[in-house]
């Protein structure tokens, strides 16, 4: 069974950093394409940062570049997205999620997802 398991959001003032985990398990790592998206209230999943397993190649979304960073550790099945310079505008709940195919402009169409987890940012 495939399972994706997100931590690490929270409330953090405007400026400061957040990391985002997600655990998986259930399928060949190495073989998937991994990302972040998130999502306002009201809208739909936006892509923030993925990245491809096998040769590392990664996708920012114009608004976080230079501000956040995806990382894979293939040892332990899991991915990252470190957030530093948080503005208010990406509080949002952001989900993981796995796909042998992901185009990151848009949520891919066989995903396997993770919980959301909800990250607030105060002016």
């Known amino acids: 069974e495939v399972q994706l398991q997100a931590s690490g959001g929270g409330w953090v003032q405007a400026g400061g950093s957040l990391t985002l985990s997600c655990a998986s398990s259930?399928?060949?790592?190495?073989?998937?394409?991994l990302g972040w998206f998130r999502q306002f209230p009201g809208k739909e999943r936006e892509g923030v940062s993925c990245?491809?397993?096998?040769?590392?190649?990664?996708f920012y979304e114009e608004t976080v570049k230079g501000r956040f960073t995806i990382s894979s550790d293939k040892a332990k099945n899991t991915i990252y997205l470190q957030m530093n310079s948080l503005k208010p505008e990406d509080t949002a709940t952001y989900y993981c999620?796995?796909?042998?195919?992901?185009?990151?402009?848009?949520?891919?169409?066989?995903?396997?997802w993770g919980q959301g987890t909800q990250v607030t940012v105060s002016s």
């Open positions: 990245i491809s397993v096998s040769d590392g190649s990664t």
């Open positions: 259930g399928f060949n790592f190495d073989d998937y394409s």
């Open positions: 999620v796995a796909a042998k195919v992901l185009w990151c402009v848009r949520p891919p169409l066989n995903g396997h």
